[in-house]
């Protein structure tokens, strides 16, 4: 069974589901948030089965984005748009700031088998950021239309 397929199945029977009260005394949950700390605890230390590696792992979770990228893409502009981009986009994924080149080239070796990126492409059109960088970039990116909200409301309500 599929890893996520266990994960899946540990939340959907009726014995894991089963309702708790809240710590803080509020309405009774779905699921036990003990169950789920257990499940973590415990696939944090479980090793992959025989025939499953890291990339595998990786490799399912882009190849399961890319497929529902694409029928988003189709369903809501009513065109592939992804066979007329593909061969044009550049791939930028972001991994913890510790990660060396060993753990990049599984992640890119995934991305060109959930066809992601084709391997021609990989060289010069994958790339890779560290979490820092990318939070960094993204608050740059979006300090600019930030202030400019901050602006427009301040003007709204000054006298």
């Excluded at 991305?111 to 960094?136: G, P, Q, W, Y």
Aim: hydrophobic share 35%.
């Amino acid at each position: 069974m599929p890893l996520c397929s266990t994960l899946q199945a540990a939340f959907t029977s009726k014995e894991n589901c089963r309702r708790e009260q809240s710590p803080l005394g509020k309405s009774d949950t779905p699921y036990s948030y003990r169950r789920l700390y257990e499940l973590i605890r415990y696939w944090r230390s479980a090793a992959l089965p025989p025939n499953v590696n890291i990339t595998k792992v990786y490799t399912d979770y882009m190849a399961y984005v890319v497929d529902n990228t694409q029928k988003h893409l189709q369903n809501y502009l009513l065109r592939d748009v992804w066979a007329e981009l593909h061969d044009k986009t550049e791939v930028i994924l972001a991994h913890p700031n510790y990660w060396g080149s060993r753990e990049q080239d599984i992640l890119g070796q995934a991305a060109v088998n959930a066809k992601l990126i084709s391997e021609k492409r990989r060289s010069k059109k994958l790339h890779f950021v560290e979490e820092a960088e990318a939070s960094a970039s993204y608050l740059m990116s979006s300090r600019e239309a930030l202030v400019k909200k901050l602006t427009v409301s301040t003007h709204r309500f000054s006298t």
